[in-house]
């Protein structure tokens, strides 16, 4: 009796072990008749259509807004939305615009307090500051140590 192979079919779990993007459309605003859209009709024109091939899971939407300076519009799964100008930006640059909206996850940015780039539910390794371990005026480092201190 020949031994087959067993087709094992991964199965999905929610978002579990698969990278979801948070971006889910992007809104690519220009004027036809503004010098400030020059780069956004070229980067429609030229690199849009290989951005799109590379992005299959985003909705991409070109509409035209007259009168106004071209924007990008990134809408996210979260109901969020962020919004770059690209006024007077070469195509080269638009596209790197397009992608920080694209890889932003859409919350909003966060000011780290205190200057610490680190937060922890434990402050400080050694514990929590207390009385009982001062260097006391005998020179001794508390009533749990017998030892005094010279110098």
Known sequence: MPV?????????????GTFILQCK????????????S?????FLKYTLPQ????????????????NAHPIIRGSYINGREKVVCVRNLEKEQIIKKAELLRDASGEKLKRVKGGRAV???????????????????????GPLDGMTRKG
């Open 51 to 66: 951005f799109a091939r590379n992005n299959p899971s985003l909705h991409i939407h070109v509409s035209p807004r007259p």
């Open 4 to 16: 087959s192979a067993l087709k094992v079919i991964s199965t999905a779990q929610n978002g579990v």
């Open 38 to 42: 020059d780069g956004m009709k070229a």
């Open 25 to 36: 459309r992007l809104d690519f605003h220009y004027c036809d008749w503004a010098g400030s």
């Open 119 to 141: 937060q922890s539910s434990n402050e400080n390794v050694r514990g929590i500051w207390s009385g009982v371990h001062t260097l006391s005026a005998e020179g001794s480092w």
